[in-house]
């Protein structure tokens, strides 16, 4: 039976399921097989804190949506165009996101009384008319996953663990997706155990043949290759593009990297990636607390690594006191926070942008530091990249700014050169400085204001730091008002002067009124938001900030070019209030902290307003 | 660590420029010219040493020290030298801090760089009082202790800081006293020759705040019935003459102290610091009462464990040298990992 094959130029899918259901590595899979076909791909993970909430309980619904399309996209898609529901709690939990129309196909086998009952149906929504106007296919999902292994020797549990595949299977038929990377993972994933390799194999070929066979999925879809840049590429999460960032700055500075890290939500992928690396000279340990791990990372620095400390929110609270003392150290350190929705332990796999102020003034005393946010999840490589640039360079405490959404989503990523990144080499200081043979730890290069990086085992230069204020030049102890002033105004100076590039505007009717600004990862939304704005014939610019301390020096001027200037963000204002003092801007604030990323949509409706009323 | 060539430096080669800031009087002073004098002994380079410190009186020692130092913040002290220490083990990494730097703020980092057994060496500066901040009762106070934060009597029961240590697994444990430099210096010695965490405690005497602390100690006249002065492979005894023992009781968990004379001298305990099960140094650790009778001095335990650093670095090590590559060449090979996809 031959079926009918439609073009679509972009489709957006829901896996939801159980916790214990795969749908995070279901995801995962459809995803590389879709990169593999080189579309242009988002996705999002969403999941519950609890490792296994109680089974079919509606806070144990883990998700993961993918968006893929024929051309260039910016977001994982607001809402999904087909919803595979491992069990009615899936259904229930996802259904509000569902346009009308989509397609659903849901496990059969999980609709019992019980589980019904344990989300709040009455009766079987397969069974009323509550899903009208939805494509439903109700399919068989684990009964024909375990009928399909009958002939393999393995439990009836493992049997029934591969319904993820056959779901698989079915999807990657729908999309006629390549599956050999599948087949790949799975012989890779399961090397210990030849018989589940066979059987999540032979449920994967189930689930394919079921589309292929059964009429009630009468179109197969196909959507054709994005024009993409030429080059090879790979599918990363944040989470990994940050990590392998890092140890790109080892390799680019020749210096050993040292990471300090204590376990915390969404941050521990770091810590776990960066451990594999140790054949490029990168030390991690887990400390026993957050001020202990970003204490060895400044050991370590002093000691001339690469110190570095990965964290969320509550984290960098608690290593408040130990950036302060490398802001009057004078060393390099890298902090990257991957915030999550609080305050205290909020909500901690949701995202959200509300460490901003934290990251800029949440320290005792005058205490600034440079701050760097990625806007997507390939772009976290190159904002590590630049953290440990700014970090080694000038000498000073960088925080980056990352958050769930990056951390977890994935994109495609064109592979750079490595000759092509920047060079981070630094230069230790190795001889005296002063008259007579004196070493000065404070003295300054004219241009950086750094002062010289002098690390123990190089004779001559001994000297103590430490966190009591310092005299200009000779860094003894002093408690000169005059000397303080100076101090303080300079270590402001060190930051402000620090050259970053100019905020770059995005205006391609150039007649624009009204401008978005946006910093870190919701630069998809608002991108995605202006597109649609423009194609309906509407002028906006959108501008984006990668650098919020020190901000781009022609800002100002930026500003000030529009009638209106609109700051959506995952909080409640935080740089809006930062601009507005900076740039006396009148600056409009969009904010909302639902623990998720803002839809395109609801951004051209906040935008459309504003343009209506400029 | 030590060198083939000896290095003539001399007890002037550690003093620093900077003028000596503590109370006239105060026992860190003799600590410090203790310190200086033994670090020749070491032969190790000055630019290889460094001192690093907490918050306190105690912890502005590195200041006074040639060497390297970083006066950091309070409590911080053993994970900032952990960092250090794991990353550099070419040097020589001294942590300096107090009873409240070290038992209270600081009182995790303290075990968990036991526990790890990182190659550190930490002199804590026990004088049983907050000393900066003008004289509040500290961990080590004894009860009822009455100070400015407590004018009824503290509450709060002290830790026995060679418990602690023992019982954070510490691979090293001794105690000492600011005023007897020799036997000040035979304990940084076996500290300095320990490989991993050697935890020393230093009574130091505050004569502002708490004055006299362990003048028991130190009185000619008293100190022999109060301190035993442990000596590996001698059985313990102690006072004037010899007049005291200590024995292991059959059926007791502990040790006590007996007259030597009813003793039968095969009772006697014979000191060995090298004892893998830690209950006979915190038995040990336990015999002084808070008159500071029975009060043991010098090497507790020292036995051998592997340090964290040298695991962590051979983990490196063992990655690194696998490479035939340059750290280039890696890179883009670890960049391309995955599943990759190319666009002409």
Redesign the interface.
Same mark, same amino acid.
């Given at each position: 039976m031959s079926k009918q094959i439609r073009q679509l130029d972009r489709v957006v899918i829901r896996f939801a399921g159980d916790s214990g259901d795969g749908m995070q590595l279901t995801g995962d899979r459809f995803t590389?097989e879709t990169?593999?076909l %080189?579309n242009d791909i988002s996705t999002l993970p969403n999941f519950p804190a609890e490792i296994r909430a109680p089974a079919g309980t509606l806070p144990g619904v883990s998700s993961f949506q993918v968006h893929f399309a024929d051309y260039d996209i910016l977001t994982p898609g607001d809402s999904p165009n087909v919803l595979v529901a491992m069990n009615p709690a899936a259904l229930k939990a996802n259904l509000v996101d569902l346009p009308r129309g989509a397609d659903i196909i849901v496990n059969t086998d999980e609709f019992t009384k019980r589980n019904l009952a344990k989300v709040g149906y009455a009766t079987s929504p397969l069974d009323d008319d509550s899903l009208d106007g939805y494509a439903v296919h109700p399919v068989a999902l684990t009964s024909m996953t375990v009928g399909a292994l009958a002939e393999h020797a393995i439990s009836k549990k493992d049997a029934e663990r591969a319904k993820n595949m056959f779901a698989l299977g079915l999807l990657s038929w729908m999309y006629s997706r390549p599956y050999e990377?599948t087949i790949r993972f799975l012989e890779r994933k399961f090397a210990k155990r030849p018989e589940l390799v066979a059987a999540n194999i032979a449920a994967f070929r189930a689930g394919w043949n079921f589309g292929e066979t059964t009429e009630d999925f009468a179109v197969r879809y196909e959507v054709k290759?994005a024009k @993409?840049?030429?080059?090879?590429?790979?599918?990363i999460t944040g989470n990994a593009a940050l990590s +392998?960032g890092l140890?790109?700055a080892g390799?680019r500075s020749g210096l050993?990297v !040292?990471l300090?890290a204590y376990p915390i939500t969404p941050a521990s992928d770091i810590l776990h990636e960066l451990s594999k $690396?140790?054949? !490029?000279?990168? /030390?991690t @340990?887990q400390?026993?607390?957050e001020?202990?791990?970003v204490?060895?990372?400044?050991?370590?620095s002093?000691?001339?690594?690469l110190?570095i400390t990965t964290t969320s929110g509550p984290g960098v609270a608690l290593k408040g006191? /130990?950036i302060s003392?490398a802001v009057a150290?004078e060393l390099p350190l890298v902090i990257v926070d991957v915030q999550r929705a609080g305050p205290s332990t909020g909500m901690p796999t949701k995202t959200e942008q509300a460490d901003l102020n934290m990251a800029l003034f949440g320290r005792h005393g005058e205490a600034p530091v440079a701050v760097v946010a990625p806007k997507s999840p390939a772009d976290c490589f190159h904002a590590a990249l630049e953290a440990a640039r700014i970090a080694l360079t000038y000498r000073t405490p960088v925080i980056l700014l990352s958050d769930n959404y990056v951390a977890n989503g994935s994109e495609p990523w064109l592979?750079?050169d490595?000759?092509s990144l920047p060079d981070l080499r630094v230069e230790f200081a190795t001889e005296p400085n002063g008259d007579n043979g004196a070493f000065l730890p404070y003295l300054r290069d004219p241009v950086t204001l750094a002062r010289p990086w002098a690390i123990? %085992?190089?004779? %001559? +230069?001994? $000297?103590? &730091?430490?966190? +009591?204020e310092k005299a200009d030049k000779t860094g003894? &102890?002093s408690y000169d008002p005059a000397n303080h002033d100076f101090m303080v105004r300079t270590r402001a100076a060190r930051i402000e002067t620090i050259p970053v590039p100019d905020v770059e505007v995005e205006d391609p009717d150039g007649d624009a009124r009204v401008l978005v600004l946006g910093w870190g990862s919701t630069y998809g939304p608002i991108g995605a938001a202006c597109r649609a704005l423009r194609q309906r014939g509407l002028s906006i610019a959108q501008a984006h900030l990668r650098h919020l301390a020190p901000m781009p020096a022609n800002l100002g001027q930026v500003l000030r070019s529009y009638d209106r200037v609109v700051i959506p963000e995952m909080n409640l204002g935080q740089l809006a209030h930062v601009i507005r003092a900076t740039y006396l801007v009148d600056a409009i604030g969009y904010n909302q902290v639902r623990g998720l990323p803002f839809t395109a949509a609801e951004l051209e409706t906040t935008l459309e307003e504003v343009l209506k009323n400029v | 660590m030590s060198e083939p060539v000896a290095l003539k430096l001399t007890a002037k080669d550690f003093k620093s420029d900077q003028e000596v800031r503590w109370c006239p009087g105060c026992g860190d002073y003799a600590i410090l010219a203790a310190v200086q004098q033994f670090m020749p002994e070491l032969n190790i380079p000055r630019e290889r040493i460094v001192f690093v410190s907490g918050i306190g009186c105690s912890s502005r020692f590195p200041y006074y020290m040639n060497t390297y130092g970083m006066h950091s913040i309070h409590g911080r002290a053993p994970a900032i030298a952990s960092g250090l220490s794991v990353s550099r083990p070419d040097l020589s990494v001294w942590v300096v801090t107090g009873d409240g730097d070290a038992l209270s703020i600081g009182g995790n980092h303290l075990i968990h760089a036991l526990r790890r057994n990182v190659n550190l060496k930490i002199l804590l500066f026990n004088n049983r009082i907050y000393g900066l901040t003008k004289g509040q009762y500290s961990p080590t106070s004894e009860v009822g202790k009455i100070t400015k934060s407590t004018p009824a009597g503290s509450a709060d029961a002290p830790f026995n800081p060679i418990s602690l240590a023992l019982g954070a697994e510490a691979s090293f444990v001794g105690r000492t006293i600011d005023s007897d430099r020799k036997h000040l210096q035979s304990v940084l010695r076996a500290a300095a020759e320990h490989e991993g965490s050697a935890f020393v405690e230093i009574y130091q005497n505050c004569n502002i705040f708490n004055d006299g602390a362990f003048e028991q100690l130190k009185d000619p006249g008293v100190r022999d019935d109060h301190l035993i002065r442990l000596e590996h492979g001698q059985p313990i005894t102690f006072g004037k003459d010899g007049e005291y023992c200590v024995v292991h009781p059959p059926g007791g968990f502990g040790l006590e102290v007996r007259p030597t004379a009813e003793t039968p001298a095969e009772q006697i305990v014979v000191h060995d610091a090298g004892v893998t099960d830690p209950a006979y140094a915190f038995a040990l650790s336990r015999l002084p009462g808070l008159d500071l009778r029975n009060t043991p001095i010098g090497v507790f335990r020292s036995v051998r464990r592997p340090t964290y650093d040298s695991v962590v670095q051979q983990q490196v090590a063992d990655a690194t040298a696998a490479q035939t590559e340059t750290p280039e060449q890696q890179l883009a090979g670890l960049l391309a990992s995955g599943d990759t996809w190319t666009i002409v």
């Open positions: 590389s990169a593999q %080189g990377s290759p @993409m840049q030429p080059g090879t590429y790979r599918n +392998l140890v790109a390799v050993p !040292f300090g $690396h140790k054949r !490029f000279g990168v /030390t @340990m400390a026993e607390d001020i202990a791990a204490g060895a990372a400044l050991g370590a002093y000691g001339g690594a110190g006191e /130990t003392l150290l592979l750079p490595v000759d123990p %085992g190089t004779p %001559g +230069l001994e $000297h103590r &730091i430490g966190g +009591l003894d &102890i | -």
